[in-house]
């Protein structure tokens, strides 16, 4: 052991100790021992002074903030390390710019690098050379892996067999399908949130109304013990992921979210779960498994809630909004095809106007139109009752027994 100097040797030897996920240091726990009996391996080497840094269990090492890994390279910096011990080069870093930074900071104040086949000082161009190698090769390691694993989830997913986590209101049937929880409660509570939303057109309404009346919802609970249903009431995100799931339409979908890589503060960051457009989805195999909905009633709910989006420049009509005038959110531009907007002026500021200034804006044109309201808003109201009249007995009738069907719907629910 030449390479070892009482130069080295007066400074302390640190053993870096990781493992990439939360479920690794839970269960890998012979790779943790291992890790951590590398503090005899180099008190045997010569060291008195032994530190542990072992802040980054459950932190990938590839391109993520490693705050034990910072504290190293200060550490070396500083002129305090005189090795630093791993069980292997994947442990320090699984990509070239960390493994390299680690190299060139070692080499310039001349630490050295221990793992369990050797000794390696990087002043030396063979040690260098070799760990060089030994970097490159859990960097090709790691993406072989992570490709090998992402070719066979897809190929399950062709299948329609893989699912990481089962949507409320189905469970696992067999390893591979999945069929509605036989729970009648949490079906019923799923059917009446489609059957609101068919009546109420509105995912904010169906919220709200679910609030008010105090009917809770199902949702899943992880913990020791595996998955549990907790009842509680609704988060307005709950109940657009029930309405946009393709799941309850009995469709089996993988890939409907991609990522994208953005570098922050000199390293990369991996934005997860950015929306893909239909067409561009992984697997899409419709019926699948029975669904509370049909298809055909999923994509026109999915029109729906496009439309009621407020503040988009395009088909969506949006959603109705606050103020005196009839038309809010209904009128569009016939130059530019914006929507038109409404002020409100007057002595009880009631009296409103619509304008586009579109072009305005956004080309630095003229105005493209603008006209006062109440003699709009009342042309087509007057058009409304006159259609509407004929069936207005039918409608009061109608409204009876929508109510009757509401009390029913809640007394079921609390029951």
């Not at 469709?251 to 457009?277: H, M, N």
């Not at 105005?367 to 309201?373: E, P, Q």
Request: aromatic share 6%; with cysteine.
């Amino acid at each position: 052991m030449s390479k070892i100097g009482t130069d080295h040797l007066a400074r302390q030897a640190v053993v870096y100790v990781r493992q990439s996920t939360a479920d690794q240091v839970a269960h890998n726990l012979e790779s943790k021992r291992r890790q951590y009996a590398l503090v005899e391996r180099a008190r045997q080497l010569g060291w008195a002074d032994v530190e542990v840094i072992d802040d980054d269990l459950g932190r990938s090492g590839s391109g993520v903030a490693r705050p034990g890994f910072e504290r190293l390279l200060a550490g070396i910096c500083e002129g305090r390390v005189g090795s630093v011990v791993s069980i292997e080069a994947s442990r320090l870093a699984r990509n070239g710019r960390d493994w390299h930074t680690l190299l060139e900071f070692c080499g310039l104040v001349g630490t050295l690098i221990v793992d369990e086949d050797g000794v390696y000082d990087p002043r030396h161009p063979n040690d260098r050379l070799l760990l060089g190698m030994k970097g490159t090769m859990s960097e090709m390691e790691l993406s072989i892996l992570r490709q090998r694993s992402h070719e066979a989830l897809r190929q399950k997913a062709r299948r329609g067999e893989l699912f990481m986590t089962v949507a409320i209101g189905y469970v696992r049937s067999g390893r591979d399908q999945i069929e509605q929880d036989p729970d009648r409660r949490i079906q019923d509570a799923i059917d009446l949130v489609f059957a609101k939303f068919d009546e109420m057109r509105s995912v904010r309404q169906v919220h709200l109304w679910l609030r008010q009346e105090q009917i809770s919802l199902p949702a899943a609970v992880y913990g020791p013990d595996g998955r549990s249903i907790r009842w509680k009431l609704p988060v307005y995100n709950t109940v657009l992921h029930i309405l946009q799931n393709p799941i309850y339409a009995g469709a089996y979908v993988f890939g409907r979210t991609g990522s994208r890589t953005v570098i922050e503060d000199g390293r990369k960051r991996v934005i997860q779960g950015l929306r893909k457009p239909r067409e561009d989805w992984d697997v899409l195999i419709l019926d699948h498994h029975d669904g509370y909905i049909s298809w055909d009633t999923y994509e026109r709910n999915q029109r729906l809630i496009a439309d009621n989006a407020t503040g988009k420049f395009g088909p969506a009509r949006g959603a109705v909004r606050r103020g005196e005038a009839l038309l809010a959110g209904l009128l569009r531009c016939g130059h530019c095809g914006r929507k038109l907007h409404v002020a409100y002026s007057g002595k009880g500021g009631n009296t409103g106007r619509y304008h586009c200034r579109g072009s305005q804006i956004n080309h630095g044109g003229a105005r493209c139109i603008s006209f006062g309201g109440m003699r709009v808003d009342r042309a087509v109201s007057t058009e409304i009752i006159t259609r509407l009249q004929p069936l207005g007995i039918e409608a009061a009738l109608q409204a009876d027994a929508a109510r009757g069907e509401v009390h029913a719907e809640k007394r079921h629910q609390m029951s």
